[in-house]
């Protein structure tokens, strides 16, 4: 009797403590790297396959921003390697939508501005609808998941997404009721296209990132010094418990 209460107790015990771990909310990193063209002219750069072969090989996903312009011309090796890729296809990138054209403007005060930083409601809707639309012709996926260039928006753009519905998540955006934002906290490059593995854990140890945490890379500029701290980063990352995940997928476990 002693021993099957013991038993018992031991089979309790495991249930309990596995329930509890489970309950604990997973630390989720997001890799977000910019800046995918696969047009004739600006091809896909070889980056962007060095660190998808990578994820490939570690089985983690990771996302990737497409600036769709590039597809009014696009490269039939490029498209099918995006279709390959993606993560509706079995593949592991989610990619999201990084603009139509990714230009620099001059606002109408003469100040700096960009694609969704003083561009007109009507031109915003056009870069969103053009944007989706060729990305969908060519490749029949979906994008969930917008990042503006340079990570600037204005009053604008949430009215502007409207005429994409299927747009409901946004990296590095304003607070907005109808989508799901992702925000930034602390950063792997140092400068665009520069990867340091010494100031990200500077910061890891200083700042207490919380989750999610949004990992910004411009992999196109990356050379083997970048490439080799950004995989130092994600072991330091898989040994601290972080799990990846693309941003639809956890926008997807947030709405549950
Ligand atoms: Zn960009």
């Known amino acids: 009797m002693l021993k099957l209460l013991f038993k018992s107790f031991t089979f309790l015990t495991i249930v309990l403590g596995s329930s509890a771990i489970a309950a604990e909310s997973p630390k989720v990193v997001i890799w977000k790297f910019d800046d995918v063209r696969v047009g004739e002219k600006a091809r896909l750069l070889p980056g962007f ?4 072969d990578w994820a490939v090989k570690n089985k983690t996903v990771i996302s990737m921003g497409v600036i769709c312009d590039s597809l009014t ?4 090796d490029d498209v099918t390697w995006i279709k390959k890729n993606a993560i509706e296809n079995g593949g592991y990138i989610e990619f999201w939508l990084h603009g139509w054209d990714h230009k ?3 606002k109408a005060d003469g100040t700096d501005g960009s694609e969704f930083n003083g561009s007109d409601l009507e031109t915003q809707k056009k870069h969103f609808k053009d944007a989706c639309d060729i990305f969908n012709k060519n490749t029949q996926l979906t994008f969930n998941t917008f990042g503006a260039p340079y990570n600037q928006n204005d009053e604008n753009t949430s009215a502007a997404m409207d005429v994409s519905p299927n747009l409901t998540n946004w990296f590095f955006g304003p607070k907005d009721k109808k989508r799901i934002i992702l925000g930034r906290s602390i950063n792997m490059e140092v400068a665009t296209g520069k990867v340091s593995y010494d100031k990200f854990i500077q910061d890891y140890k200083t700042k207490t990132p919380s989750s999610p945490l949004v990992l910004q890379g411009h992999v196109g500029q990356w050379d083997d010094s ?3 701290d950004f995989v130092k980063i994600s072991d330091f990352l898989s040994k601290e418990g972080w799990i990846a995940q693309t941003p639809r997928q956890w926008a997807g476990s947030v709405k549950k």
């Open 104 to 106: 620099k403007i001059k």
């Open 226 to 228: 970048s490439y080799n």
């Open 49 to 52: 396959k060095r660190v998808s």
């Open 73 to 76: 011309t696009p490269n039939v």
